[in-house]
Structures are given as structure tokens and as C-alpha cells.
């Protein structure tokens, strides 16, 4: 069994369009590395459920407190849903690196765009389609999106296609194509083997 490769503090931000298979990259960099890498924990105004834990599950905030903290642009994104507000601070980021994991964030083209006017030193990876058509079969052979669902995806797929294929956007382009060879080029790049 080969060591587990030195941790970097410096977040790896994944983008790309939905179906593109960023989740399922990720799964298995979890899997394999279980103890190098971590997600951020999120802020929401919504209330917390049985068994979630403040910190842990999210950082639950009232309204008030959650504004004041979008006021003083402590947020890398944050939206809203069905009447609650959720987002990501760049603290929250920061104490993935201060625990000693390597912070994922996977992230639309907004975030990303904010990300990069933070001094969180990320690296930027674009998981890419092998091209529109297959990215629309991988969306309807996932099986978890109607048919509105799906429209809307392959539309904002659009921007964030355009976006990633900028010079700049990204440190590395990944078509994920093979998955095997995706894979490997994800890992080659967090640890820096190339
Ligand atoms: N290289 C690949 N070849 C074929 N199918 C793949 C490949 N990678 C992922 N898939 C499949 O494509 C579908 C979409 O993948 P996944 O859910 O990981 O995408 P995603 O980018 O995380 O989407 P979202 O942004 O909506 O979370 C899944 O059914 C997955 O099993």
C-alpha cells in the first residue's frame, strides 16, 4: 500500500456543469483518502433537524445574524430555498485547512468567480463533458431529474461550459471520458504529481 500523499491547506475548487460526474469523482477521492480532504460546513437560517449538531451538520443562524454576515461579505455564495438561506463563508473554508484537510469545494460559476476575490489561495479544477450530448444522457441515465429538471441543467450547462473553456478559468481541464483516467488526473493534479 503506497503512503497517503502530504496534505496541502491550499482548497481545490471543482466546477463544471450538473451530470458532468464532479460527485462522483469526489466519492471515490473520499473513499480513497479518507482522512486528507473535507467539506466546509454551511451556514443556514433553517432550523435544525433532530440528531444535527451546530458546527458539525451547519452553522445554524437566524435571519438577522446570516444578513449581517452577508453584510460584511463573509460569504463565498449563499442563496436561498423554499423560504431558508444557506451559504458558504470563507471561514468556513479556512477551518478545513486549520483541522488539517484539504478543503473541496464544488461550486457553480459564481462561486467560483468569488472565490478567486478571496486570499483562500484555491486551485481550480473544470470537470468538462465529453460533449452536450453525452452530458444530457448521463443527466436522464442518473434518473433523479424530471424532464423540467433536466432543461434547466443542459441551459445553465450552456454558461458553464463557456465559462470553464476561458483562458484562466481553471488550473486544469478534466473531460471526463473515462472515469478511470479522470480520475487519475484529479489525483495527479491535488498532489501535484504532474
Ligand atoms: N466517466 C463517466 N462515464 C459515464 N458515466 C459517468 C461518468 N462519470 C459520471 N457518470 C455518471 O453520470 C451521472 C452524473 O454524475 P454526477 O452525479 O457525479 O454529476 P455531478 O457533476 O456531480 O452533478 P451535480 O452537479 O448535479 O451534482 C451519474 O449517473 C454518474 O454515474
Redesign the pocket.
Known amino acids: 500500500m503506497s503512503a497517503t500523499p502530504a496534505v496541502s491547506s491550499r482548497p481545490i475548487v471543482v466546477f463544471?456543469?450538473?451530470?458532468?460526474?464532479?460527485?462522483?469523482?469526489?466519492?471515490r477521492l473520499f473513499a480513497e483518502y479518507p482522512t486528507s480532504f473535507g467539506f466546509s460546513v454551511s451556514n443556514t437560517t433553517r432550523n435544525p433537524r433532530a440528531g444535527e449538531t451546530h458546527g458539525k451538520d451547519y452553522h445554524f443562524l437566524t435571519r438577522d445574524e446570516f444578513l449581517a454576515a452577508v453584510e460584511r461579505k463573509e460569504f463565498i455564495e449563499h442563496a436561498e430555498f423554499s423560504g431558508n438561506m444557506y451559504g458558504t463563508t470563507v471561514q468556513a473554508v479556512k477551518d478545513v485547512a486549520d483541522a488539517g484537510k484539504t478543503c473541496i469545494l464544488?461550486i457553480d460559476v459564481q462561486g467560483v468567480r468569488s472565490v478567486k476575490d478571496t486570499d483562500l489561495g484555491a486551485r481550480f479544477v473544470f470537470?468538462a463533458p465529453p460533449s452536450e450530448e453525452?452530458l444530457e444522457a448521463?443527466?436522464r441515465?442518473?434518473?433523479?431529474d424530471d424532464e423540467a429538471s433536466i432543461k434547466k441543467?443542459l441551459d445553465a450547462a450552456k454558461s458553464e461550459l463557456a465559462y470553464g473553456n476561458t483562458e484562466g478559468s481553471c488550473d486544469i481541464k478534466i473531460v471526463?471520458?473515462?472515469?478511470d483516467a479522470?480520475y487519475k488526473k484529479l489525483v495527479d493534479f491535488i498532489f501535484e504529481k504532474n
Open positions: 463544471g456543469p450538473s451530470g458532468t460526474g464532479k460527485s462522483t469523482l469526489l466519492k464544488d470537470v453525452e448521463r443527466l441515465g442518473r434518473g433523479t441543467r471526463n471520458d473515462d472515469i479522470a
